[in-house]
């Protein structure tokens, strides 16, 4: 297939990834600003969202000194200034959609096409004050509807490899962020380990992975930092887990390639090796924070390697 | 409802009592509808549209405007009888056009015959770079939309022909899809002849006029890409026929080949349905600012290693200058009478005319030569008395840059606006396609000017579209309907001829 619609579906289905991760992410924040005393401050409640989409220093510049729910939900929600704001990840992806709507099913197009007309009954709603929850879910919900619709009708060809590609490379990024910058802020100082505040933190990391209730079953035990930690890392029946991408994405790149051997394979079969036979006892040794930065550069660097060798125009 | 445009034939009624005999069951199913009803279908149609995304940019605005075209839910009905004549002359008209551009291209009889003056050397249009190749099946016009106006119950003018990238094809079929869906009843009662093959067809040719000796040609569309005006129909038209939609950057040439840049490596393309205009095709022997085209291209069409379509230099045919010598080339290449008439043009450039048309320019229609999308054009009728005069001088000053014809009487429809069910008027745009044979599909783009007495009917002056249903037999009684059976086959037989 042509390199540039290649480029456009993987891009495509990073961005709606990224704004279903955003939604999760805003969701469970505010859930914790309803529990008293969960954090001492908004500002300490509103940061880690921030750090989470990368969006951080953008949005200092912007809101000055200004940690508010308000102004953090309408930026990382609404904000066309911020490129990472769900408006404008869906947005960029029905664009990408837009420019190769003839390499996908009539279907997956119009699906993502009615995405951004029901968009609409959002622009102008202040979310802080009131429909963040039904916002957060109907954003989760055209994202499993999008997967389901290109599962449903795309012919299995490169198109639809691109497509879950795009998928795991994103979704592996913002489980390993997310684990990064919560891990760290929620590592328990000695007092205070096991109180009800702790639960809710931890439990509201599992759900904005969709991961309580397998949590529940796996282990039905009380929630505990270094399980979140394997279950999101080392678990590959957990489909969020870095694992379960790097199982995906593995797999894509081998029937994209076929017999080939290239960087990008290469790359990818390293980080699953690692996850793969990693250990949580290792990892904690050698500091979780150091692993997740680490994964999350290779990851990133995978992203670079899947464009030199598959979507840049420039070979030839 | 139907009652002050009397001076205008109506496609629908006879007079406030009577309607013509094919839309009978129409009227009659018409008359049971609340207007309610037809608006709220009006705007189902428009949910789905957007729903689909069948949209077009408007250049200059913001990104993300997307515009729909109106659509009308009241069809435009042609009888077999009518779609045989107005097709047939059609194909007649293409046939000479294309027997005319390899002719212009190669000895150039037509001038030597004194029946097309050598001037036309020196149209714009015409692309010198093109002298002496000779291109797959001597086809130059591979789609072409012809313009067709009627202006009383046997009266149809040709308009103008588009031959360089006739644009519209995707309204006729969407459409039609959208009219089914909305009134499935009414098919049901009548015998409508269906569009839906027109992409195959399409294809079919296309594959036809491949390079000589390519077994199994690769076929792609070349689009300016998504911020084109008419994105939405290439996306549309390369998806019905399974093709790469490409642009510029997708292409690329290396010895005497196009390429597409694909994940497994280059491609090479055998076919190209271009739908960006020549000066924008290759930066190397046109337009070189152009961003959209591809470097080195033209050098491997005229070394035969790719087909265009349509191909480089077609405007030259259907330049306003020239529409005035085409019933005179059907009757040189073809020995025949043209089946369907010109408008009575006058030329400026003849003295009798010019004095004739100066005197008479608030009664005209006055157009400019080398020009297209109804820009450039002067409605006499309408224009202020500062229009008259700016054209006046204009006129004057390059009396060979225009045309003019009568303000024709176009034909009205019935049409939904906002005061009830009201008369507008309407054209007609079927599309001939040229390949190993030439053909059209039962059905046109019928565009309607929604203002009231307006006479313009493009999408960028504010005109909508509504689907042309051909009716398949004359019999049009409602009992007809059980017995349809007619096949695509059939009518597209009706409509076919060699090429010589």
Known sequence: MLSRTADHLYWMARYIERAENMARVLDVTYNMSLVPNAAESEAALWLPALEISGSLDA??????????SASVIHYLAMDTRNPSSIYNTLRSARENARAVRVAMTTETWENINALWLEFDQFVGVDLAKSGLREFCDWVKARSHLFRGVCFGTMLRDDAFSFVRLGTF?????????LLDVKYHLLLPSDEEVGGAVDYYEWSAILRSVSAFQAYQKIFSDSIEPWRVAELLVLRSDMPRSLHACFDEITQILEQLTGNRSNECKRLAGELHAKIHYGKMNDIFQNGLHEFLSDFIDSNNMLG??????????TSG | MHNSHSAFFDEMH????????????????????????LDSKRQEAEV??????????VYGEDDGAERLIPFDVIPRLLSAKEWAHLSAGAIQRV??????????????????????????????????EMFGVDVPNQIYAHIAGIDLVRTSESQFYVLEDNLRTPSGVSYMLEDRKMMMRLFPELFRRYSIAPVEHYPQVLLNNLRAVAPVGVQDPTVVLLSPGAYNSAYFEHAFIAQQMGIELVEGQDLFVRNNAVYMRTTQGPKKVDVIYRRIDDDYLDPLVFNA??????????????????????????????????????????????GEEPILQNVPTFELSKEDDLQYVLEHLHELVVKEVQGS????????????????????????????????????ALSTCPTLVEQGIAPRHVDLRPFVLSGKTVTLVPGALCRVALKEGSLVVNSSQGGGTKDTWVLESEDISENKAAKKSKSTEKSELKTEAEIC
Do not use: C
Not at chain 1, 304 to 313: D, G, Q, V, W
Not at chain 2, 14 to 37: E, F, G, K, M
Not at chain 2, 295 to 305: D, I
């Open chain 1, 59 to 68: 949005y200092e510049r912007d809101y000055p000194k200004e940690y508010t």
């Open chain 1, 169 to 177: 490379v994103e979704r592996a990024d913002n489980t390993a962020r």
């Open chain 1, 304 to 313: 670079s390697e899947i464009h030199k060798t598959f979507l840049s125009a």
């Open chain 2, 14 to 37: 006879l007079d406030d009592s009577a309607v013509r005999d094919i839309y009978a069951t129409y009227n009659r199913w018409l008359q049971d509808v609340p207007h309610q009803q």
């Open chain 2, 48 to 57: 789905l549209f957007r729903r689909v995304g069948i949209t077009f940019n």
């Open chain 2, 95 to 128: 046939r000479a056009l294309n027997m005319f551009l390899h002719d212009i291209y190669h000895k150039q009889e037509i001038i030597h015959a004194g029946i097309v003056p050598i001037s036309i050397l020196a149209n714009k249009q015409y692309r010198p």
């Open chain 2, 289 to 334: 600012d152009s961003m959209l085209g591809v470097p080195g291209l033209l050098s491997v069409y005229r070394n035969g290693g790719v087909t265009l379509a349509n191909a480089v230099g077609t405007g030259v045919a259907d330049d306003k200058a020239t529409y005035i010598y085409v019933p005179a080339m059907i009757k040189f290449y073809l």
């Open chain 2, 373 to 408: 999308g109804g820009y450039g054009m002067l409605v006499g009728p309408a224009a202020t008395k500062q229009e008259l005069e700016e054209f006046r001088l204009r006129i004057v000053s390059s009396p060979s840059s225009y045309i003019a014809q009568p303000t024709l």
